[in-house]
T-cell receptor, first 113, second 117 residues
Framework: DAKTTQPTSMDCAEGRAANLPCNHS???????VYWYRQIHSQGPQYIIH???NNETNEMASLIITEDRKSSTLILPHATLRDTAVYYC??????????????FGKGTKLSVIP | EPEVTQTPSHQVTQMGQEVILRCVPI?????FYWYRQILGQKVEFLVS????????KSEIFDDQFSVERPDGSNFTLKIRSTKLEDSAMYFC???????????????FGSGTQLSVL
């Protein structure tokens, strides 16, 4: 099953930074942390991923702790359109030898005007 | 920006009927997937497909399900005899680098809502 723990829900004021935490204390050395989001039953949308270094792209920043047991997704200036369920996923090697995306329940982020 | 396209957006069918859900993956992608999401539940993996064959499938993907890439652009999911519990949103996804690559990014379509009556 999913190897991550996330808060069920969070609120964030519009224009402020949204910081979404994720615990993955059993992560292995070669497993990546991925973040996806799902806006109101649309298809999941890739946001960012990383292994051990912090990452930034046009959507978000990903901060991974040095021991890799937790990470934080940062949306620097949240807008109403960022209201969604955010999934933190550790890609785990399946029995067939591939790395599958296993979605948990995620964090429902509500951006408030 | 290229995207995964799914048709139809909604499909209503009678129990026991066959349905085919269609997807057009991103054109230079080589790996294709189906996921589903029952209302209020998690997104679940069904099957992955590469080089014209199934790479991996979940326990959900039983003999009632099949996938096909009938031409160079379409990727389909067929449910042979639908059951009430097949009602769900079905998402197609594609990726360029595949599930054995650590840097794989999946791009999802907007889904087909299947309602079995």
């Amino acid at each position: 099953d999913a190897k991550t723990t996330q808060p069920t829900s969070m609120d964030c004021a519009e224009g402020r930074a949204a910081n979404l935490p994720c615990n993955h204390s059993t992560i292995s050395g070669n497993e990546y942390v991925y973040w996806y989001r799902q806006i109101h039953s649309q298809g999941p949308q890739y946001i960012i991923h990383g292994l051990k270094n912090n990452e930034t792209n046009e959507m978000a920043s990903l901060i991974i702790t040095e021991d890799r047991k937790s990470s934080t997704l940062i949306l620097p200036h949240a807008t109403l359109r960022d209201t969604a369920v955010y999934y933190c996923i550790v890609r785990v090697r399946s029995g067939a030898g591939s790395y599958q995306l296993t979605f948990g329940k995620g964090t429902k982020l509500s951006v408030i005007p | 920006e290229p995207e995964v396209t799914q048709t139809p957006s909604h499909q209503v069918t009678q129990m026991g009927q066959e349905v085919i859900l269609r997807c057009v993956p991103i054109s230079n992608h080589l790996y294709f997937y189906w996921y589903r999401q029952i209302l209020g539940q998690k997104v679940e993996f069904l099957v992955s497909f590469y080089n014209n064959e199934i790479s991996e499938k979940s326990e959900i993907f039983d003999d009632q399900f099949s996938v096909e890439r009938p031409d160079g652009s379409n990727f389909t999911l067929k449910i042979r005899s639908t059951k009430l519990e097949d009602s769900a949103m079905y998402f197609c996804a594609s990726s360029r680098s595949g599930p054995r690559g650590a840097n794989e990014k999946l791009f999802f379509g907007s889904g087909t809502q299947l309602s079995v009556l």
